[in-house]
């Protein structure tokens, strides 16, 4: 266990609707990473957030957004969901955002469907 | 998009032998890492080797690195049924600023056969 939960375990929706995930950190953590993983792939960076401010971003479009909160836990929202989105979604906390403070925990997943 | 480059794509061995997975990667970095992921759910860090350093050791994994090649390799020795699994390098770019974040091979996915 890596202290790292997250939910919804799963989540189905349909194109066009909007969706929210939710990430708590392991105690102490204060950075937050967001994947996105299809099928068969390795995971893709979406966005980081340190101490409550996006530290940086991938390749995602902007109905990507997320939050940090005081607590350091997070969220992750899509809106405008396309079939594409279906895919298992990773957070990831570490103690800092370089060298081996950035070794990633990651919690289970969310695995969306969108129909 | 994916920075590096798995190989094998898959690999089925018995139990009891060593399995050995390779990782390419494009661009220079700070460090590269090894993840394991069961069955589609959260991945596990297994070992962080920085560009520096040329081999490291963990219990049953030993990892090496080649910074002139851009690759790194993972060797599982004593290989158990409980190693299935899929195995992924991670790469963190070497740059100053911004989110130092894991760039990911598409993974080798291992099964043990007892």
């Known amino acids: 266990e890596t202290g790292v939960t997250q939910s919804p375990t799963h989540l189905i929706k349909t194109r066009g609707q909007q969706v929210t995930l939710r990430c708590s950190s392991q105690?102490?953590?204060?950075?937050v990473s967001w994947y996105q993983q299809a099928l068969g792939q390795g995971p893709q960076f979406i966005f980081q957030?340190?101490?409550?401010?996006?530290?940086g971003r991938g390749n995602f479009p902007p109905r990507f957004s997320g939050l940090q909160f005081p607590n350091y836990s997070s969220e992750l929202n899509v809106n405008a969901l396309e079939l594409d989105d279906s895919a298992l979604y990773l957070c990831a906390s570490s103690l800092g955002r370089s060298g081996v403070k950035n070794i990633q925990y990651f919690g289970a997943g969310t695995r969306l469907s969108v129909l | 998009s994916q920075q590096g480059e798995e190989d094998p794509q898959a690999l089925s061995i018995q139990e009891g032998e060593n399995a050995t997975m390779n990782c390419s990667y494009k661009?220079?970095?700070?460090?590269l890492q090894w993840y394991r992921q069961n069955s589609g759910r959260g991945l596990v860090h297994l070992i962080l080797i920085r560009s520096n350093e040329r081999e490291k050791h963990s219990g049953r994994l030993r990892v090496t690195l080649d910074t002139s090649k851009k690759s790194s390799s993972l060797l599982i020795t004593a290989s158990r049924a409980a190693d299935t699994a899929s195995y992924f390098c991670a790469t963190v770019p070497d740059i100053i600023q911004g989110a130092q974040k894991l760039v990911f091979g598409q993974g080798t996915r291992l099964t043990i056969n007892p």
């Open positions: 105690s102490g953590h204060n950075t």
């Open positions: 957030y340190y101490r409550e401010e996006e530290n």
């Open positions: 661009t220079s970095i700070n460090n």
